[in-house]
């Protein structure tokens, strides 16, 4: 089983819609969560950490469960700019460790 | 402040040649990772530096890659003989924040990009 899992998509919404990508982890240990952003041929930039339960910036909301072992990302009112790649990471041994990334376009 | 610097951007070369990939983190960070990431994949965890310390290099095919961080700062990876399937990005993070039990934001390069023939 891999550390990190992710739905790789598409997700492909409207404009102004609302989505949410889930992710899971294995590592039980693991503190520290993190949604990056990865546009094509781009590299990695952080969007959000998650060191406790949640964390809301703006249109994105990332929630954390962890007796699911779960993380989750919510975008709210999808902009055109969004459409990218969103890796979840979690630490393990001060290490970060990448899911597969989920795709996100929003279409006019 | 100035970024991850990463060179070469892109390395064209047929297989069984060598390549080396150069990294210089932002300044003042002791931690450093190389990460692969092929088409479609994220990235993937090859081997991680503590100033000029191995942390973990579990992940990292030993037979014909190969890296070091000598003076703590800057880092070299290298493949030798690489193979079709190290065709990928070579993405090179760095970060100032380790604590017991979590790290914090990684920075990373805007990598190299190797294609192999």
């Known amino acids: 089983r891999k550390e990190v899992e992710q739905d790789p998509g598409p997700f492909n919404v409207p404009e102004g819609a609302t989505v949410a990508f889930n992710c899971t982890y294995s590592?039980?240990?693991?503190?520290?969560f993190f949604w990056y952003r990865q546009d094509c041929r781009k590299e990695p930039k952080l969007l959000m950490s998650?060191?406790?339960s949640g964390n809301e910036d703006g249109r994105f909301t990332a929630q954390l469960n962890r007796a699911s072992q779960y993380i989750s990302l919510l975008i709210r009112d999808s902009k055109l700019s969004d459409s990218a790649t969103y890796l979840c990471?979690?630490?393990?041994?001060?290490?970060?460790?990448f899911g597969s990334g989920t795709r996100l376009l929003v279409r006019p | 402040e100035a970024g991850v610097a990463q060179s070469p951007r892109y390395k064209i070369i047929e297989k069984r040649q060598s390549v080396a990939f150069w990294c210089n983190p932002i300044?003042?960070?002791?931690?450093l990772y190389w990460y692969q990431q092929i088409l479609g994949q994220g990235p993937k965890l090859l081997i991680q530096?503590?100033?000029?310390?191995?942390?973990?290099d579990s992940q990292l095919p030993k037979d014909r890659f190969s890296a070091e961080r000598l003076k703590g700062v800057d880092s070299t990876l290298k493949i030798q003989p690489a193979k079709l399937e190290d065709s990928a990005v070579y993405l090179c993070?760095?970060?100032?924040?380790?604590?017991?039990?979590?790290?914090?934001?990684?920075?990373f390069g805007e990598g190299s990009r190797l294609t192999v023939l």
């Open positions: 993070a760095s970060t100032s924040s380790l604590w017991t039990g979590g790290i914090g934001e990684l920075f």
């Open positions: 590592n039980s240990a693991s503190q520290s």
């Open positions: 998650v060191y406790s």
């Open positions: 990471g979690g630490d393990s041994s001060y290490k970060l460790i």
């Open positions: 300044s003042g960070h002791a931690t």
């Open positions: 530096f503590q100033n000029n310390g191995v942390v973990d």
